[in-house]
């Protein structure tokens, strides 16, 4: 497996024009190892780092067959994800607001030093699904009460509830 640098400083590396390509371990993502049931599956990805008028970028891709838990049967789910990367480097939230599509605000400082997997992780966490399931555990299943519901009127179920009287009456 090739090295990559423990830590990177984005400012340098886009005046430099660095780029990595090659894969890594889940496991070498504190902030995945953690979510995922597949740590050693591979991390593929690529970044180029560069400038585009006047302004420091950072664009490639990552992809990964992440393994986790569904949420409607509580057995295993892959959720493959592959997701662009397009990165403007900015100082402050606000340069970031001014960043053309389809780039997004990658926020440090000049010379601040942030791990070489930051950038992939928070990728790949912005692209996971909030409730990872399987195809065939489908929709959500409605109770008896928001079937009865559905379509109608969300107090005519309390109709149901009132005396038959009262019901056949009008009164309220």
Same mark, same amino acid.
């Given at each position: 497996? *090739?090295?990559?640098?423990?830590?990177? /400083?984005?400012?340098? @590396?886009?005046?430099?024009?660095?780029?990595?390509?090659?894969? =890594?371990?889940? $496991?070498?993502?504190?902030?995945?190892?953690?979510?995922?049931?597949?740590?050693?599956?591979?991390?593929?990805?690529?970044?180029?780092?560069?400038?585009?008028?006047?302004?420091?970028?950072?664009?490639?891709?990552?992809? /990964?067959?992440?393994?986790?838990? @569904?949420?409607? @049967?509580?057995?295993?789910?892959?959720?493959?994800?592959? *997701?662009?990367?397009?990165?403007?480097?900015?100082?402050?939230?606000?340069?970031?607001? $001014?960043?053309?599509?389809? +780039?997004?605000?990658?926020? &440090?400082?000049?010379?601040?030093?942030?791990?070489? &997997?930051?950038?992939?992780?928070?990728?790949? +966490? =912005?692209? =996971?699904?909030?409730?990872?399931?399987?195809?065939? @555990?489908?929709? !959500?299943?409605? &109770?008896?009460?928001?079937?009865?519901? *559905?379509? !109608? $009127?969300?107090?005519?179920?309390?109709?149901? =509830?009132?005396?038959?009287?009262?019901?056949?009456?009008?009164? $309220?």
């Amino acid at each position: 497996m *090739q090295k990559y640098p423990a830590k990177i /400083v984005p400012h340098y @590396c886009s005046e430099r024009g660095h780029g990595w390509r090659g894969s =890594l371990p889940l $496991s070498a993502f504190p902030r995945l190892k953690g979510l995922v049931l597949n740590p050693e599956a591979p991390v593929e990805f690529e970044l180029r780092f560069g400038k585009e008028d006047r302004r420091r970028v950072v664009r490639g891709k990552v992809k /990964v067959r992440l393994r986790l838990i @569904c949420q409607r @049967c509580l057995e295993p789910v892959e959720i493959p994800i592959e *997701q662009p990367i397009a990165l403007g480097i900015v100082e402050t939230l606000a340069e970031g607001e $001014s960043l053309p599509e389809p +780039l997004e605000p990658l926020v &440090t400082e000049e010379r601040e030093e942030i791990p070489f &997997t930051d950038i992939m992780e928070e990728e790949i +966490l =912005l692209a =996971l699904p909030p409730f990872p399931k399987h195809e065939r @555990c489908g929709p !959500e299943v409605k &109770t008896a009460g928001e079937e009865a519901l *559905q379509g !109608e $009127s969300p107090f005519a179920i309390l109709r149901q =509830l009132k005396p038959k009287e009262e019901r056949e009456d009008g009164r $309220s």
